[in-house]
């Protein structure tokens, strides 16, 4: 008996009967809901296992944001196992999202010195699975010893931790 899901998404109304009994599968992710907790990363389809032993399919649409800036990626394909694109809000669910338990944000520069500018994380959220999956917020201080006008200017400014300064 398979336990685990087809690694991709099975043919409607195909035989199903070497699979664990109410198996439910998640396929062809996409960004949705920009409501409570911020932009999400949802399955557009599901196929489950049912009695009469074939896959029967549901299909969901991308809910619209309304209000919501016009830039954000509703419909377009995402991974659960990354983090999400936006920031969720502290508490949120996390359900869907099946990566690394941390995922970090609000980068800026911090620094000790000239030679140690470096850019940081000011953010982090846990997937938590143990807390009825939600995401739970830490928040990091940053010491800045400013020395110049220079720093002053950069310290607190925002970054990409992907660039090189």
């Known amino acids: ?37 911020g932009l999400q990363c949802y399955p557009i389809e599901t196929y489950t296992y049912s009695e009469d032993n074939i896959w029967h399919q549901a ?4 809910v619209p944001c309304v209000g919501e ?3 954000l990626p509703i419909g377009e394909e995402c991974n659960p196992k990354e983090c999400p694109l936006l920031e969720s809000d502290n508490q949120s669910d996390s359900s869907n999202h099946e990566g690394s ?22 953010r982090m959220l846990t997937c938590s699975k143990d807390n009825n999956n939600s995401w739970q917020l830490q928040r990091f201080s ?24």
């Open 101 to 122: 338990s941390d995922c970090k944000y609000g980068y800026q520069y911090t620094d000790c010195g000239v030679a140690d500018l470096q850019c940081s994380q000011t």
């Open 59 to 62: 299909m969901f649409a991308p």
């Open 1 to 37: 008996m398979v336990e685990e899901c087809p690694f991709h998404a099975p043919e409607y109304e195909s035989n199903c009967s070497d699979y664990k009994d109410y198996l439910s599968c998640d396929y062809n992710y996409k960004h949705s809901d920009c409501g409570v907790g």
């Open 142 to 165: 940053i010491l800045c010893h400013v020395s110049t006008t220079q720093l002053a200017c950069l310290s607190k400014k925002t970054c990409d931790p992907n660039t090189k300064k």
């Open 69 to 71: 800036p016009e830039d």
